[in-house]
């Protein structure tokens, strides 16, 4: 039996070093060749560099225009991810704490809207804001971010408030605290595991979307840094090393901040999980 064990134990080893390697190896293709060249990346991209020459980084700094698409990303992703914990946050406790027919509803549609996917309402979405010409501004797209993101952040939400004992709301009712207040200094304080949680998985999706500012954001002033990336494409040709080292830049702000809060997800996923 301690033999069968033993193998189930190493080959458990040997698949999760072999997901590591496959999940490591776009990061080494990534890293590795944003100190290359374009040639030396088109001609053998495995190949380890044997230089650190930080010119591309320098060239990508400068073409992609790093620093306002920095200032770009920044206002957006805090202004919709606010905005999303905000309103997410006391729907999910509404329909918790107002249970009927109507909130069963309402909360069953949102979890019902999260199987569609973005591309399916793109088209009439492109035809409807063009017509009221509310492209090419910020505001409009944070706006989209705070309805699309509503669904998965109230399902998470509504899963963890139904663990906070109703009675600590109750109480604080019954000694004169309002409404407002008894959310924002008995509720959000509870939510915290889950707030960040949330936090970081709306962060990583804003940050690194693509396609929706893509149809909004049509002045290069107000590309965001995954739009900026673009400039390196040309008609009929790709600078593929500053463009790796472009990336580099753009990923390197999203990872600081796991980091940082790594410790929170680990807790807000476990006790999300518990609850």
């Not at 830049?249 to 796991?258: F, G, H, Q, R, S």
Request: hydrophobic share 55%; net charge positive; charged share 10%.
């Amino acid at each position: 039996m301690s033999v069968r064990l033993r193998k189930q134990h190493w080959g458990r080893t040997v698949l999760v070093f072999l997901l590591l390697i496959l999940f490591l190896v776009p990061f080494y293709l990534v890293i590795n060749n944003s100190f290359r060249s374009t040639e030396l990346f088109v001609n053998s991209p495995f190949r380890l560099t044997n230089s650190l020459d930080p010119k591309n980084y320098i060239d990508a700094f400068a073409k992609m225009k790093f620093l306002n698409g920095l200032q770009n990303s920044f206002y957006i992703t805090i202004c919709a991810v606010a905005l999303i914990l905000f309103t997410a946050s006391m729907c999910a406790h509404y329909l918790v704490r107002n249970r009927s027919k109507l909130s069963n509803a309402i909360f069953g549609m949102m979890v019902a809207s999260m199987i569609v996917p973005f591309q399916a309402v793109m088209i009439p979405l492109a035809k409807i804001y063009g017509s009221l010409n509310l492209y090419n501004n910020s505001l409009t797209l944070i706006f989209f971010y705070m309805g699309f993101g509503q669904a998965f952040a109230v399902f998470i939400f509504h899963g963890f408030i139904k663990g906070i004992p109703v009675e600590l709301e109750e109480a604080a009712l019954i000694d004169g605290c309002g409404r407002l207040k008894n959310f924002f200094s008995i509720v959000m304080p509870n939510l915290k595991p889950v707030l960040v949680t949330v936090l970081i998985l709306d962060v990583l999706w804003i940050w690194n979307d693509y396609l929706l500012p893509s149809m909004v954001l049509l002045s290069p002033s107000l590309r965001t840094l995954p739009l900026s990336t673009f400039s390196f494409f040309t008609t009929y040709s790709v600078d593929y090393a500053p463009l790796m080292a472009g990336l580099v830049l753009t990923i390197i702000p999203v990872i600081a901040l796991y980091l940082l809060c790594q410790k929170q997800i680990i807790e807000g996923v476990v006790q999300g999980a518990i609850k």
